[in-house]
Protein backbone atom coordinates (compact mmCIF):
# COMPACT_ATOMS: atom_id res chain seq x y z
CA UNK A 1 0.00 0.00 0.00
CA UNK A 2 1.35 3.75 -0.54
CA UNK A 3 2.65 5.33 2.49
CA UNK A 4 2.77 9.27 2.70
CA UNK A 5 4.96 11.08 4.82
CA UNK A 6 4.46 14.57 5.61
CA UNK A 7 7.16 17.45 6.44
CA UNK A 8 8.26 21.06 6.43
CA UNK A 9 5.97 21.80 9.52
CA UNK A 10 7.10 23.98 12.55
CA UNK A 11 7.03 27.31 14.39
CA UNK A 12 6.04 30.76 12.80
CA UNK A 13 4.90 34.19 13.60
CA UNK A 14 0.88 35.45 12.46
CA UNK A 15 1.41 36.45 9.24
CA UNK A 16 3.96 33.93 8.27
CA UNK A 17 4.48 31.29 5.34
CA UNK A 18 5.12 27.60 5.41
CA UNK A 19 5.36 24.77 2.93
CA UNK A 20 4.50 21.57 4.05
CA UNK A 21 5.57 18.34 1.92
CA UNK A 22 3.45 15.15 1.08
CA UNK A 23 5.92 11.99 -0.27
CA UNK A 24 4.48 9.15 -1.62
CA UNK A 25 6.60 6.05 -1.11
CA UNK A 26 5.01 4.65 -4.19
CA UNK A 27 1.94 5.66 -6.84
CA UNK A 28 -1.66 6.61 -6.57
CA UNK A 29 -4.00 5.73 -9.36
CA UNK A 30 -4.90 8.11 -11.25
CA UNK A 31 -8.08 8.04 -9.99
CA UNK A 32 -7.35 8.93 -6.25
CA UNK A 33 -6.50 12.57 -4.99
CA UNK A 34 -4.19 13.46 -2.35
CA UNK A 35 -5.56 15.81 0.86
CA UNK A 36 -4.56 17.50 3.34
CA UNK A 37 -6.36 17.21 6.42
CA UNK A 38 -5.22 18.95 10.26
CA UNK A 39 -6.21 18.38 13.92
CA UNK A 40 -6.10 20.79 16.44
CA UNK A 41 -5.54 20.38 20.40
CA UNK A 42 -9.24 19.28 21.55
CA UNK A 43 -10.94 19.20 18.01
CA UNK A 44 -11.68 16.69 15.52
CA UNK A 45 -9.50 15.65 12.07
CA UNK A 46 -10.34 18.54 9.45
CA UNK A 47 -10.00 18.73 6.26
CA UNK A 48 -7.80 21.34 4.35
CA UNK A 49 -7.33 20.85 0.87
CA UNK A 50 -7.21 18.32 -2.09
CA UNK A 51 -5.91 17.47 -5.82
CA UNK A 52 -6.70 15.46 -8.34
CA UNK A 53 -4.12 13.79 -10.56
CA UNK A 54 -5.41 16.56 -13.58
CA UNK A 55 -4.49 18.86 -10.70
CA UNK A 56 -8.58 19.71 -9.74
CA UNK A 57 -8.35 21.43 -6.25
CA UNK A 58 -11.55 22.20 -3.64
CA UNK A 59 -10.30 24.08 -0.16
CA UNK A 60 -12.13 24.54 2.73
CA UNK A 61 -13.24 27.79 3.27
CA UNK A 62 -11.31 28.51 6.37
CA UNK A 63 -7.87 28.36 4.34
CA UNK A 64 -9.14 29.71 0.85
CA UNK A 65 -7.40 31.99 -0.58
CA UNK A 66 -4.52 31.56 1.85
CA UNK A 67 -3.14 28.01 0.91
CA UNK A 68 -2.02 26.88 -1.91
CA UNK A 69 -1.87 22.81 -2.41
CA UNK A 70 0.04 21.56 -5.76
CA UNK A 71 1.87 18.41 -6.79
CA UNK A 72 5.02 17.38 -8.39
CA UNK A 73 5.03 14.14 -9.87
CA UNK A 74 8.23 13.92 -11.08
CA UNK A 75 8.98 13.46 -6.83
CA UNK A 76 5.66 11.87 -6.47
CA UNK A 77 4.80 14.88 -3.93
CA UNK A 78 1.79 17.20 -2.91
CA UNK A 79 3.12 20.53 -1.30
CA UNK A 80 0.86 22.44 1.10
CA UNK A 81 1.73 26.12 0.64
CA UNK A 82 0.43 27.95 3.61
CA UNK A 83 0.59 31.76 3.55
CA UNK A 84 -0.85 34.79 6.37
CA UNK A 85 -0.85 31.63 8.75
CA UNK A 86 -3.19 32.81 11.92
CA UNK A 87 -3.03 30.99 15.27
CA UNK A 88 -6.35 29.25 14.41
CA UNK A 89 -4.10 27.34 11.72
CA UNK A 90 -2.50 25.91 14.79
CA UNK A 91 -3.00 22.29 14.16
CA UNK A 92 -0.82 18.60 13.44
CA UNK A 93 -1.31 18.57 9.49
CA UNK A 94 -1.73 15.43 7.80
CA UNK A 95 -1.92 14.26 4.51
CA UNK A 96 -3.91 11.24 2.93
CA UNK A 97 -5.06 9.71 -0.17
CA UNK A 98 -8.73 8.78 -1.44
CA UNK A 99 -11.06 9.20 -3.63
CA UNK A 100 -11.75 12.40 -4.74
CA UNK A 101 -15.40 13.93 -4.11
CA UNK A 102 -16.94 17.35 -5.14
CA UNK A 103 -16.04 19.11 -1.59
CA UNK A 104 -13.28 16.95 -0.25
CA UNK A 105 -12.38 13.56 -0.53
CA UNK A 106 -13.10 9.72 0.98
CA UNK A 107 -10.17 8.48 2.76
CA UNK A 108 -8.57 4.92 1.33
CA UNK A 109 -4.70 5.28 3.06
CA UNK A 110 -3.33 4.98 6.65
CA UNK A 111 -2.71 7.88 8.59
CA UNK A 112 1.05 9.05 9.57
CA UNK A 113 2.17 10.92 11.98
CA UNK A 114 1.47 14.23 10.44
CA UNK A 115 3.84 16.95 10.58
CA UNK A 116 3.30 19.90 13.39
CA UNK A 117 2.42 23.52 12.73
CA UNK A 118 2.45 26.25 15.41
CA UNK A 119 1.55 29.94 15.02
CA UNK A 120 2.49 32.54 17.45
CA UNK A 121 0.48 35.48 17.97
Known amino acids: QVQLVESGGGLVQTGGSLRLSCAAS????????VGWYRQAPGKQREFVAR???????VYADSVKGRFTIFRDNAKNTVYLQMFRLNPEDTAVYYC???????????????WGQGTQVTVSS
Open 51 to 57: ITSGGNT
Open 96 to 110: NWGIPTAQAMLISGS
Open 26 to 33: GSIARSNA
